[in-house]
């Protein structure tokens, strides 16, 4: 089992930043990558960026990129969001995720995040 636990949301103005950390433990050797998600008020959910063990990057959504920049810390077993120039449509609750056997099988209780104009 794996267990993924968010922190670092917020309330901020347009135009300031945030970090998202996800805290991973258990057996998370099993994972093949981790993604970051979100879901704005009234949307699906959607994948924001993923990075897998071997530190590839996925493609980011196109609505953040250049804003947006995931990372890995194998050391402290957390992978990172740091969100730049928000913009109220990023509001929403963030979740990370875990994927194994091609299937995103492990969730975090998510992180909100509100971006005031």
């Known amino acids: 089992q794996v267990q993924l636990v968010e922190s670092g949301g917020g309330s901020v103005q347009a135009g300031e930043s945030l970090r998202l950390s996800c805290a991973a433990s258990?057996?998370?050797?099993?994972?093949?990558?981790v993604g970051w998600f979100r879901q704005g008020p009234g949307k699906p959910r959607e994948l924001i960026v993923a990075?897998?063990?071997?530190?590839?990057?996925?493609s980011y959504l196109d609505s953040v990129k250049g804003r947006f920049t995931i990372s890995r810390d194998d050391a402290k077993s957390t992978v990172a969001l740091q969100m730049n120039s928000l913009k109220p449509e990023d509001t929403g609750d963030y979740f990370c995720?875990?994927?194994?056997?091609?299937?995103?099988?492990?969730w975090g209780q998510g992180t909100q995040v509100t971006v005031s104009s």
């Open positions: 995720s875990g994927r194994e056997s091609n299937s995103w099988a492990y």
């Open positions: 258990g057996d998370i050797s099993r994972l093949q990558m």
């Open positions: 990075i897998t063990s071997g530190n590839r990057i996925t």
